[in-house]
């Protein structure tokens, strides 16, 4: 072994502490340079966003310096320390506001000195001394050792992996555009992201308008665990208003994305890290990860927690004693990855628990380790179902914990149930296997990444383990891939058999698929396969380019973004786009001071305060009243209530009730003929196209005021 001389060390040491700021530097360049090509107007949109955005991030940045000393193990080094950081502290700030929420703490002026407060919280313990030193400390001799990335020849590993980086950059600038898009436009298969107007967004603006985090017996989808909407109400809060908020909340879904390509990074490091920058490539540049950048969902806050979990659970494996501090830490970013959404039990926490678990001395400590700090971290939500409905998963699990007496009823508990299968057609197990085949294996969304999965685990399980010298090289015992083929396995299996076969739904896929192409390059490159492997991952990088543009071809996202479509709210606001063309008169008359009940359309968004509405699951009281009382003891029942006027969706009362997802028997065209003989008047119609003589979408009704005595 040489061993280098003390005169080019130091030298050798400054330049790769230098390269990360160059590369970073001109990564962000090329990002813009590439959305400037785009979209000027995105570039505009991102610019002026972008300060809510960043106060979010420092704010977690400042929360998570203080939650990682307490978490994270002593021997981290500077990457694991940034990035857990900024992840456990975006997770504190959903804990935090779910927690000042539901105590009604929702002023503006109040979260943004709780915010700047974690910022200079964060940066007195950076300026004390331990936090600098901690940032800008070199990496222990055996973790450069172990962390030399060297797809390439030595001389030139550091330099050339570092800035194969920029290969995400047209990726990057891809996600920032359909983030900048309001919410609203994309995608079709998504419904134009009507589960964002109808709850991850709409859900916050409703707290805002109540001034709590509060229950909605009118959204069910509100019961869901929402740390990722937890982050986008708190950038509403920030801004000062829910709809001039939406594309930095939108932003701050694309940062989520980009640091989970960091996390599957630290992963792949773990297990073999001369290809780690290429793991972290290929994770970023799958087209479902743009994909999800233009709706808020929450996939990418879950995909960031699930990486981040399956690294520490990596690390802990490497570890010579077990690793129980790195255990702790993957519980809860698997706690937090149930906090994003239900599926996460099955896919991230159920897996690593296994493989905190695994058949050796200590194995009950080590599950201990790992279940509690996932409890703490998912408990939360838990508990305010639990207050809410009396069942912790609510809407979930009702035969084992029954919700309480007037929550919910049979009738909306089976169409819930209906609609969230499969299709009938696809219930067998036969069928099932092949919708995983079709709509995760050969999805163009997943692109090449997942299905690298299949030639990666025939390379790294035909690996053996290989001797010390190789090993100081990169290699790895087979072994350590054992959390990977855990989520790959169970996480395939529950999509499979408790899903209804969205193929958004296997997400967490991502993490695992990418670490394994790492180890399977890895593998190759120590047999003298050095081409051969990373022609594999530039291929892959190459396919999901392809396959990003086709999606957004057909997406009209292109066409759309020369339209100026980014920023532009106002086509919403104003009644532009197809299918709000009531939403300026609604607002008018909630301005007004007037209520307004809204009949089947659930896009809450856009509409203001005094627009009230129902999810098609909820209990309703409207058609409760209607199946029971005659057309005028309605219309008392609804001035009674305080309302003067009833929007009824028709094009989505027929679309919902020719669906799976059912609607109110009550509730139909009929039901509105009887009332308008009853003296309920047309005031408005709305079309898809606002030309006169087309087919209304919509009609807005006035209710008469009571009859003289």
Not at 511 to 536: E, F, I, K, S
Not at 568 to 591: D, I, K, S, Y
Not at 640 to 653: I, P, S
Request: charged share 15%.
């Amino acid at each position: 072994m040489s061993v280098p001389s003390p005169t080019t060390e130091p030298a050798r040491a400054a330049s790769a502490s230098d390269a990360p700021p160059r590369v970073a530097l001109v990564f962000v360049g090329l990002s813009l340079a590439c959305l400037g090509l785009m979209s000027p107007k995105a570039v505009a949109v991102f610019t002026i966003e972008l300060p809510s955005t960043c106060v979010v991030l420092l704010a977690a940045a400042g929360l998570g310096s203080i939650v990682a000393r307490a978490l994270l193990p002593r021997e981290a080094d500077r990457v694991w320390r940034g990035l857990t950081t900024l992840s456990l502290g975006l997770g504190g700030l959903s804990l935090l506001m779910l927690g000042g929420g539901a105590l009604g703490i929702m002023g503006t002026t109040t979260w943004r000195g709780v915010l700047f407060g974690c910022i200079a919280a964060g940066a007195a313990w950076f300026l004390t001394g331990r936090g600098r030193r901690s940032a800008t400390m070199a990496d222990p001799p055996a973790l450069r050792a172990r962390g030399e990335p060297a797809f390439l020849p030595s001389g030139r590993a550091d330099r050339v992996s570092r800035w194969f980086w920029l290969a995400a950059a047209p990726f990057a600038a891809m996600a920032l555009l359909v983030a900048t898009f309001p919410p609203g436009i994309l995608w079709p298969a998504e419904g134009n992201g009507y589960d964002v107007l109808e709850y991850h967004f709409g859900a916050p603006r409703d707290w805002i308008d109540a001034g709590k985090i509060t229950y909605l017996p009118h959204n069910i989808y509100s019961n869901f665990p929402m740390n990722a909407e937890m982050l986008y109400l708190l950038t509403m809060i920030v801004e000062g208003d829910a709809i001039d908020a939406a594309c930095a909340a939108q932003l701050l879904n694309a940062a989520l994305a980009m640091l989970a390509a960091g996390a599957v990074y630290l992963a792949a490091r773990e297990a073999a890290p001369r290809f780690a920058t290429l793991a972290a490539v290929i994770a970023a540049s799958c087209p479902f990860v743009t994909y999800l950048c233009g709706v808020a969902y929450v996939e990418n806050a879950l995909v960031l927690f699930a990486a981040m979990g399956l690294a520490a659970m990596l690390r802990a494996r490497r570890s010579p004693e077990g690793g129980a501090g790195w255990v702790v830490l993957s519980g809860f970013f698997a706690g937090l990855a149930c906090g994003c959404k239900y599926t996460g039990v099955p896919a991230v926490l159920l897996p690593l628990a296994l493989a905190a678990a695994r058949p050796r001395k200590g194995a009950v400590r080590r599950g201990a380790a790992f279940v509690l700090p996932a409890l703490l971290a998912f408990g939360p939500w838990l508990v305010r179902n639990a207050i809410h409905t009396g069942n912790p998963v609510f809407p979930l699990a009702r035969s084992v914990m029954p919700e309480r007496g007037g929550v919910w009823n049979d009738d909306g508990a089976a169409r819930w149930s209906e609609g969230h299968q499969p299709a009938p057609e696809d219930r067998s197990a036969a069928r099932r296997l092949a919708a995983a085949a079709r709509e995760i294996g050969a999805s163009p969304l997943f692109g090449a990444t997942v299905i690298l999965i299949i030639p990666s685990g025939v390379v790294a399980c035909a690996s053996r383990r290989r001797p010390d010298a190789d090993a100081a090289r990169g290699s790895r015992d087979a072994t350590i891939l054992t959390p990977c083929w855990l989520m790959i396995a169970v996480g395939l299996l529950c999509w499979t058999a408790f899903t209804h076969l969205v193929g958004r739904f296997a997400v967490t896929l991502i993490p695992p698929a990418a670490v394994l192409t790492a180890a399977a390059g890895d593998r190759l490159l120590v047999g003298g396969r050095r081409r051969l492997a990373l022609l594999a991952a530039l291929s892959a990088v190459i396919v999901n380019a392809a396959l990003l543009i086709e999606a957004c071809t057909r997406g009209h996202v292109f066409e759309l973004a020369r339209f100026g479509a980014p920023g532009a709210t106002q086509w919403f606001t104003g009644g532009q786009w197809p299918t709000h063309a009531h939403v300026p008169r609604v607002n008018e008359l909630a301005a007004r001071g007037s209520r307004v009940l809204v009949v089947a359309d659930a896009r809450r968004f856009y509409l203001d305060r005094g627009a009230d509405y129902c999810v098609v699951f909820n209990n309703n009281p409207f058609a409760e009243a209607a199946d029971e009382i005659s057309p005028e003891q309605l219309l008392a029942w609804l001035r009674d209530r305080g309302y003067d006027h009833v929007l009824v969706n028709g094009g989505e009362m027929r679309r919902l009730r020719g669906s799976r997802y059912g609607f109110w028997k009550s509730i139909d065209e009929e039901l509105f003929k009887r009332l308008e003989a009853a003296g309920l008047s047309r005031v408005a119609e709305f079309t898809l196209d606002g030309e006169a003589g087309a087919p209304p979408y919509a009609t807005l009704f006035q209710i008469p005021p009571a009859p003289r005595p």
